[in-house]
């Protein structure tokens, strides 16, 4: 029993290593203090959560004292997706909506004016309208979460505090091809 288990552990991790798995690790990023400007509360404490625990950046209150400026801003949205026969909407699509950009503390654009529009398909129904409301919020707090994530991704791509011209980190709209990968 014990070497059936043991043997398991090792093929599996095995397996792990050869699939190229990897912790994410800690984060370098170009900038030791980081300041967050105009994000919604539950944003900002994500994000300073994720980036404090991390990496070996702080997060401070004013800009004044921090290397670089983080100006958030966000959006939400509802459609109808689809109508049942009566026309009564029967599917939602939600829409989020991060803005973002990035500045040095000398005003330089270290990630211009950019936007994550993330977007999920939720079915409705009258009969369960409460519980509908409590799962869009759920969506959306999923969405901020995301959003997070890959912003915090995005930030580790900025590797100078003064960088050259054509070495900076371009901006990224929604639905637009993101830009080819570094070789």
């Known amino acids: 029993m014990i070497r059936r288990t043991f043997l398991a552990l090792v093929c599996g991790t095995t397996m792990l290593a ?12 170009a900038f030791k203090r980081l300041a967050i400007v105009g994000a919604p509360p539950v944003v900002a404490a994500r994000l300073t959560r994720m980036i404090e625990g991390g990496s070996d950046t702080v997060i401070v209150q004013s800009p004044a004292n921090a290397d670089a400026v983080l100006t958030l801003s966000e ?16 599917e939602y699509e939600l829409t989020y909506i991060l803005n973002y950009r990035l500045t040095g503390k000398d005003g330089a654009v270290l990630i211009p004016p950019s936007a994550m529009a993330l977007n999920r398909a939720m079915t409705y129904s009258t009969q369960y309208a409460l519980a ?52």
Do not use: I, W
Not at 18 to 29: D, T
Not at 75 to 90: I, K, M, P
Not at 135 to 140: F, G, H, N, P, R
Not at 142 to 165: C, F, I, K
């Open 18 to 29: 050869a699939c190229g798995f990897q912790l994410r690790g800690q984060e370098n990023y």
């Open 75 to 90: 959006a939400r949205g509802q459609s109808v997706l689809t109508l049942n026969l009566l026309g009564a909407a029967e």
């Open 132 to 183: 509908k409301a409590q799962e869009s919020e759920l969506l959306y707090t999923d969405m901020e979460n995301d959003a997070v994530d890959q912003l915090t991704r995005r930030l580790a791509t900025v590797h100078s505090l003064h960088p050259a011209p054509g070495q900076q980190t371009p901006g990224v709209a929604p639905r637009a091809p993101l830009p080819p990968p570094p070789l």
